[in-house]
């Protein structure tokens, strides 16, 4: 079975960005996608948005659409999600999780990573 | 987008008793929906896919059914580490989505 690791929490001030990290290992990295999901304290499950870490292609849900970007780096195994123009209501779990298939279910999450988004 | 519509969103139930947890989706969405388990601190654990096929290591007192809009998530004979927050989530098409969660409780 693969893992995910995730960086650390942080911490940033409305309007700035944030950039979360999500290394891969245990399994061949490139014949599975990423997808993100976050949870704002108390809440449920939100999809962000995935990415195809063999070739970039990236879904994004329509709510973040234009803020996020993920990206993908082979050499690394690593996954990156950016989000830009942070708010308040950005806090959150931030979760990447391996799509079983193409699109499909999520059989495994990295540990989370806590955005705080604070002036 | 589809819609994933969990009930009911608070459930007690008392050890050795059987759950029944239900989602449903705006639209058919096939077989093509899986089940989430998650306890507080963690990350969701990965339980049923494609409407009713364990996981890896799932035990089998968790099953799942339904095809098209309604689904079902049955837990038998509850066990002390079975009381967390269960989540459905379609995947027939983008945005994934996922329901709001039935919470079951001693």
């Known amino acids: 079975q693969g893992q995910l690791m995730q960086s650390g929490p942080e911490v940033k001030k409305p309007g700035a960005s944030v950039t979360v990290s999500c290394k891969a290992s245990?399994?061949?990295?490139?014949?599975?996608?990423i997808s993100w999901v976050r949870q704002a304290p108390g809440q449920g499950l939100e999809w962000m948005g995935w990415?195809?870490?063999?070739?970039?292609?990236?879904k994004y849900a329509q709510k973040v659409q234009g803020r996020v970007t993920m990206t993908t780096d082979t050499s690394t195994s690593t996954v990156y999600m950016e989000v830009r123009s942070l708010r308040s209501d950005d806090t959150a779990v931030y979760y990447c999780?391996?799509?079983?298939?193409?699109?499909?279910?999520?059989?495994?999450w990295g540990q989370g990573t806590l955005v705080t988004v604070s002036s | 987008e589809i819609v994933m519509a969990q009930s009911p969103a608070t459930l007690s139930v008392s050890p050795g008793e059987g759950a029944t947890l239900s989602c449903r989706a705006s639209q058919s969405i096939g077989s093509n929906l899986a089940w989430y388990q998650q306890k507080p601190g963690q990350p969701p654990t990965f339980l049923i896919y494609d409407a009713s096929t364990r996981a890896t290591g799932i035990p089998a007192r968790f099953s799942g059914s339904g095809s098209g809009t309604d689904f079902t998530l049955t837990i038998s004979s509850l066990q002390s580490e079975d009381f967390a927050v269960y989540y459905c989530?379609?995947?027939?098409?983008?945005?994934?989505?996922f329901g709001g969660g039935t919470k079951v409780e001693i």
């Open positions: 245990g399994y061949t990295f490139n014949s599975y996608g």
């Open positions: 999780a391996r799509n079983r298939v193409h699109g499909g279910p999520l059989d495994f």
């Open positions: 990415v195809a870490t063999y070739n970039g292609d990236t």
């Open positions: 989530q379609h995947y027939n098409k983008w945005p994934l989505t």
